[in-house]
């Protein structure tokens, strides 16, 4: 279960905090992270796109996908 489904906040809501999660990402990495989890590319084609290597990529999106999932939890109180 994804914690924006139980921990009280509205979609609207979630999609304003992660607009400006990503707006405050260096934003290759927002880029990265985009292409990933909206657009469905996997790391050796966003390694293409961005000229960059496949495991860089795949780094770089756990890391950041780290990084929001503490700053969500921030965001809603600790519930999440």
């Not at 990402?25 to 966003?46: C, S, T, V, W, Y």
């Not at 000229?51 to 503490?70: E, F, K, M, W, Y």
Request: proline residues 5%; glycine residues 12%.
């Amino acid at each position: 279960m994804q914690p924006w489904t139980w921990c009280g906040h509205g979609s609207g809501d979630i999609r304003e905090w992660l607009r400006g999660a990503l707006g405050r990402l260096n934003p290759r990495i927002a880029q990265m992270f985009i292409l990933r989890f909206f657009e469905g590319k996997d790391n050796p084609e966003i390694a293409r796109i961005l000229n960059t290597t496949p495991g860089t990529v795949a780094v770089t999106i756990s890391r950041t996908r780290d990084r929001l999932q503490q700053e969500y939890r921030s965001y809603v109180g600790g519930v999440a």
